[in-house]
């Protein structure tokens, strides 16, 4: 079966089964036979094959089971010349497939490109995120930090997850991402001596911001936890603020 095509009720065609002198025009059904195109009533078609369905869905057009509309030209090319008509039906599909395949592959590379648009995680925060989904298996969604959840005035504004650490003697030593992109280790609470605390291989101690500045910030996690530090609990500073100082 080739097409289930429909024309206007006041503008009907004849049923192509030999013998059949009936007009039809809701579902007219195309079909090659041989070689040979006949238009058939929907009748009549059941009847030369023995049910509606029994030559499957059609080809080309109107396999919604309701006869493809057609337009004056199309409806005079069914009388005419079937042959055509179903090879117009023929590239119509296929401009359709293109143009079905085209938008795929737009959608598929606009989500390709926002993908790359999203920031890389840094190995840092990887690391950390592995350390955090051991130690903190139900971690709150992030929230907007409010002015009084961030102690250090330099913080960086987007980036403010921060990892807290605890020294062997219990204090607690915060990374905070500074606004420039750098790394601090800023002791919590601040206590005497906090800037000759932490080897200089670390990095070295700024008074104005009461950090360390860290150039390598995996390296010194890494010495930290040497020297017996704990591991770096992950988030924002209200989910990982220490609750004894
Ligand atoms: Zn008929």
Same mark, same amino acid.
């Given at each position: =079966? ?13 049923? $192509?089964?030999? *013998? ?14 041989? *070689?040979?195109?006949?238009? %058939? ?8 094959? *023995? ?41 119509? @599909? ?9 938008? %795929? $592959? ?12 999203? +920031?890389? =995680?840094? !190995?840092?925060?990887? =690391?950390? &995120? ?6 903190? +298996? ?8 409010? @002015?009084?959840?961030? +102690? ?14 605890? #020294? +062997? ?10 606004? #420039? ?9 601040? !206590?005497?001596?906090? #800037? ?11 008074? #104005? ?13 890494? &010495?930290?936890?040497? =020297?017996? !530090? ?12 220490? &609750?004894?100082?």
């Amino acid at each position: =079966m080739l097409a289930i095509v429909a024309v206007p009720q006041t503008n009907r065609v004849l049923c $192509q089964q030999p *013998g059949c002198q009936h007009s039809v025009y809701a579902a007219i059904h195309v079909v090659d036979e041989g *070689g040979q195109l006949l238009a %058939l009533g929907s009748r009549c078609f059941a009847k030369r094959y *023995g049910s509606a369905k029994a030559l499957g869905q059609p080809l080309h057009a109107g396999a919604s089971g309701s006869g493809r509309p057609l337009s004056d030209e199309e409806r005079q090319l069914l009388i005419d010349n079937t042959a055509e008509l179903i090879e117009r039906f023929k590239v119509e @599909a296929e401009r359709a497939r293109a143009e079905a395949a085209a938008k %795929l $592959q737009a959608l598929r590379a606009r989500a390709a490109a926002q993908h790359q648009g999203q +920031p890389k =995680m840094t !190995f840092l925060e990887r =690391m950390e &995120k592995l350390s955090q989904s051991r130690e903190q +298996p139900s971690q709150p969604a992030e929230r907007p930090l409010a @002015a009084s959840n961030r +102690p250090w005035a330099w913080q960086h504004p987007r980036n403010t997850s921060v990892a807290v650490l605890t #020294d +062997p003697q219990g204090q607690h030593w915060v990374r905070v991402q500074h606004f #420039d992109g750098s790394q601090k280790l800023a002791p919590w609470p601040v !206590f005497d001596g906090w #800037d000759e605390a932490l080897p200089p291989s670390c990095g070295h101690p700024d008074e #104005d911001l009461q950090a360390y500045s860290v150039p390598n910030i995996v390296a010194t996690l890494t &010495k930290l936890g040497s =020297m017996g !530090f704990s591991a770096p609990k992950v988030g924002n500073w209200s989910e990982v603020r220490p &609750k004894s100082p």
